[in-house]
């Protein structure tokens, strides 16, 4: 089992920014693969930005290129997501995920709630 917290989630304003982050526990961090997926009220869950367990490779929704970046610090078994230039599009929750596999994930966070809003 993989225990994932995420964290930084809050209101800001329309071109602002916004770190999150999320603590794993539980198993050998390096081993997983990590997402960031976000949801909005009466949407699917979505996407947002993979890194696999090297850092080598980082993929993210095109909605979110260039504004958002997602890193790990395998030392303090903790992903990142930096949000910059937010839009009132991307308010949303937000999750972290913990999979072997680079394009599934088995391990899911809480969630954290921004809000992009003037």
């Known amino acids: 089992q993989v225990q994932l917290v995420e964290s930084g989630g809050g209101l800001v304003q329309p071109g602002g920014s916004l770190g999150l982050s999320c603590a794993a526990s539980?198993?050998?961090?390096?081993?997983?693969?990590m997402g960031w997926f976000r949801q909005s009220p009466g949407k699917e869950r979505e996407f947002v930005a993979t890194?696999?367990?090297?850092?080598?490779?980082?993929d993210y929704a095109d909605s979110v290129k260039g504004r958002f970046t997602i890193s790990r610090d395998n030392n303090k078994n903790t992903v990142y997501l930096q949000m910059n230039r937010l839009k009132p599009e991307d308010t949303a929750v937000y999750y972290c995920?913990?999979?072997?596999?680079?394009?599934?994930?088995?391990?899911w966070g809480q969630g954290t709630q921004v809000t992009v809003s003037s």
């Open positions: 995920a913990a999979g072997r596999n680079y394009a599934h994930f088995d391990y």
């Open positions: 539980g198993r050998t961090f390096s081993d997983y693969n």
């Open positions: 890194i696999s367990w090297s850092a080598s490779r980082t």
